[in-house]
Every structure is written in C-alpha cells, then in structure tokens.
C-alpha cells in the first residue's frame, strides 16, 4: 500500500481496522510481519495509530525469528514514544527466556520500557502441534509459556504450525489444542493468584543452576522455575528473615503444595528441597516472606 509510506491507502485501511477492532480488549496494533519497511516508515505507521485509536492500545513489532533481524529492526525503536513492545518471533527454542529479558532490559535503559510479548514458536511448518501429536507440550510449556511469562513478558500468542490439521489459516477446532489451553490457564492462575508480578523482575542469577529461571519482587516473593525437576538452592543473602515455601505444577495446576522443605532461614544459598511428586518433572517453587 502506497509503496510503504503513510498514504491515503494505507491511511484508509488503518482507520478501517481500528474502527472494526478497536472495541475490543487485550488488543495490539502489530504493524509488521516479517516486513522491510524502513525505520521512518514504521514511526510514521504508529504515530497515525496513536491519533485515530481513541481506546490507546499497545503498538507493537513483529519481526523475522532471527537474532540478527531483532539487531536490526528493535533498536531504532528504543525510547519512540509512539511505540510500546516487541511481539517475539525465535525459532530456536531455549534463546526465547533470554531473548525476552535483553529487550526488557534494554528498553528500559532507553527510558520507556515495552511490553514484551512471544507470538511465533519454532518453524513455520510446526509450531505448536495438536494434542494428538504433543499431549502434554512440554516444549511449548517450558521453553515458551513459562520462558516468557518467567522473564517479565507480557503474554504469549500460540502458533499452529501449517503441516498440521487445523493449522493457523484452516483452523476451525479449537479442541485440537485443548490441553494446550489447560496448560496457559494454570500459567495465568498461578501469575494472577500468587504473585504481585507487575512488581517483580528476573533474577535467574539467585540460583546456581543455569536453566533455572527466577522472578522476584526483593525481600518479599520469589518464584522459581526448575525446568528439569531436582532440586535447586536459592540465594537470598540480599534480605533477611524466614521465608514458607510451596511448590505449583505447571502441568496439573491446581493448589499449592508442600514438598520436602516447608521454610527456610535467609541470609545466604537455601535448598528448596524436593517436589512433592514427580521430582524429573518442572515445577515452580514459591518462596514467599512468612507471615
């Protein structure tokens, strides 16, 4: 439209989509999908959005999966005050956790911090496959959801790779992925539940232990996700005083549980102890300040 530039086409579709969509809640202006539009032209995209959508909704970029696409297509953006998030494409499972946390960082740094989100998993070809193919997701579970949602991101938007029935342009049994639903519902109770998480940040350094991710509000609560089972010690020589500690499964959800360890003492390195069940599985461990 218009070569790329703002012009009356592209003017005219957009005010068509926000006045189709703009009611609605928990909506994001993408204004890329793996595109070549220039840094100019992407500004000048969300500087009309912010002046023809009167509910405000978050204007966000989604790029090409690459680390080398995201170096060259964020940075321009740190700090415009018409633009709010990255939407994450990574095919290579074990960088999203990582990747997440660099751009909340570094849009920190620039003054206004994004709202970080994942909205692309793996290949094109796969992405998140039936319940039929992956009954559990463990992949998905633990290298996207709980990656994400661990680092500080805002959500995550599955993908349903095209080799595959009900796929993301023939879809039409959203019962196909209906575990995979199952799975994000526990994510969200236990966010929403058990942590003040629009307070709390990632601290995956407080554990020894390389693939543990951590996410803390200082002195208060901490989550801590082990995404291979065993056990873990957590470091809470930067505060003082006890702390209880209960276990989640991301698989099963439901209550908190006890395991091994029901206490612990700060002041320096602490075993969580052991799960209470199924201890080569991920859980997440709660250690939050006793009352």
Known sequence: MDGGELGPERKLYYRELVARF??????????????????????????????????????????????????????????????????????????????????????????????????????????????????????????????????????????????????????????????????????????????PFWEMESADDLTAAEDDYVFRKKGEVYAVYILYGATTRLDLSETDGKFDVAWFSPRAGGKLLHGTVQSINAGGPQSLGWPPSDPRQDWVALVTRSK
């Open 22 to 195: 703009g009611h609605h809640l928990a909506l994001q202006w993408n204004i890329g999908e793996e595109n070549g539009n220039s840094t100019e032209q992407r500004k000048a995209y969300c500087e009309y959005f912010e002046a023809i959508d009167s509910y405000d909704h978050p204007i966000v970029l989604h790029t090409n999966s690459t680390l080398e696409a995201h170096a060259l297509e964020y940075p321009d953006l740190l700090g415009y005050q018409y633009f709010e998030g990255a939407s994450m494409q990574i095919r290579d499972d074990p960088l999203v956790h990582d990747v997440v946390k660099n751009w909340i960082r570094r849009s920190s740094e620039a003054g206004r911090p994004w709202i970080v989100s994942f909205d692309e998993q793996r290949m094109g070809s796969n992405g998140i496959e039936p319940d039929s193919e992956d009954p559990m997701h463990e992949g998905a579970r633990r290298d996207h959801l709980w990656a994400t949602l661990m680092a500080g991101g805002a959500g995550i938007e599955w993908y349903f790779g095209y080799t595959y029935p009900h796929n993301d342009i023939t879809l039409e049994d959203w019962r196909s992925r209906d575990k995979l639903w199952d799975l994000t519902r526990y994510a969200v109770g236990f966010f929403q539940d058990h942590l």
